[in-house]
Antibody, heavy 114, light 112 residues
Framework: EVQLVETGGGLVQPGRSLKLSCVAS????????MSWTRQAPGKGLEWVAS????????YYPDSVKGRFTISRDNAQNTLYLQMNSLRSEDTATYYC???????WGQGVMVRVSS | DVVMTQTPPSLSVAIGQSVSISCKSS???????????LNWLLQSPGRSPKRLIY???KLDSGVPDRFSGSGSEKDFTLKISRVEAEDLGVYYC?????????FGAGTKLELK
């Protein structure tokens, strides 16, 4: 059974940093691109980042480019999202996904507020 | 960026009724490999989204065949035949052909 378990969320002040983790199981992790997608409270879905199987290439929308970094450790079956210079508009539930939407984790809440 | 226009924003249905949801893209979603990367997802209340359909019309494992997807180029439709209570929630389309990946705004399916 595919499982994706995110951790690392919480309350953080604007301008500060936070790192999310996603531990994957139930599939061969290094065979798949992985992504992060977020959902602001009461809003729709927004793609945040993707990374290739090997980790050699990463992709971001303009809204987070230069502030967020996606990475992976294939030996540990773990996906990461380093979020720097956080803004109030980054407040959302962050989901780890296999590919861009094949399987989803339970999500982790990030709240950016002073 | 590719804009995904999803309609209607909400639907009120009776159990057993059939419904359709439309998703139109601002650009063709046919990729250089000739595949069309248009997915449909359902977010049930209080739950994470779940993919139902990928590449326009391919059902994910375990998805009832009451769900079907169709369309091409820039115009796509999700049809649910004989709606059941477990189908209620918010449906999203997602294009995975062009970066940045973009979602439709969602269609909320509610009970009449």
């Amino acid at each position: 059974e595919v499982q994706l378990v995110e951790t690392g969320g919480g309350l953080v002040q604007p301008g500060r940093s936070l790192k999310l983790s996603c531990v994957a199981s139930g599939f061969t992790f290094n065979n798949y691109w992985m992504s992060w997608t977020r959902q602001a409270p009461g809003k729709g879905l927004e793609w945040v980042a993707s990374i290739t199987n090997s980790g050699g290439s990463t992709y971001y929308p303009d809204s987070v480019k230069g502030r967020f970094t996606i990475s992976r450790d294939n030996a540990q079956n773990t996906l990461y999202l380093q979020m720097n210079s956080l803004r109030s508009e980054d407040t959302a539930t962050y989901y780890c996904t296999r590919g861009n939407s094949g399987y989803w984790g339970q999500g982790v809440m990030v709240r950016v507020s002073s | 960026d590719v804009v995904m226009t999803q309609t209607p924003p909400s639907l009120s249905v009776a159990i057993g009724q059939s419904v359709s949801i439309s998703c139109k893209s601002s650009q063709s979603l046919v990729a250089s490999d000739k595949n069309t990367y248009l997915n449909w997802l359902l977010q049930s209340p209080g739950r994470s989204p779940k993919r139902l359909i990928y590449q326009v019309s391919k059902l994910d494992s375990g998805v009832p065949d009451r769900f079907s997807g169709s369309g091409s180029e820039k115009d796509f439709t999700l049809k649910i035949s004989r709606v059941e209570a477990e189908d209620l929630g918010v449906y999203y389309c997602l294009q995975g052909t062009h970066l940045p990946y973009t979602f439709g705004a969602g269609t909320k399916l509610e009970l009449k």
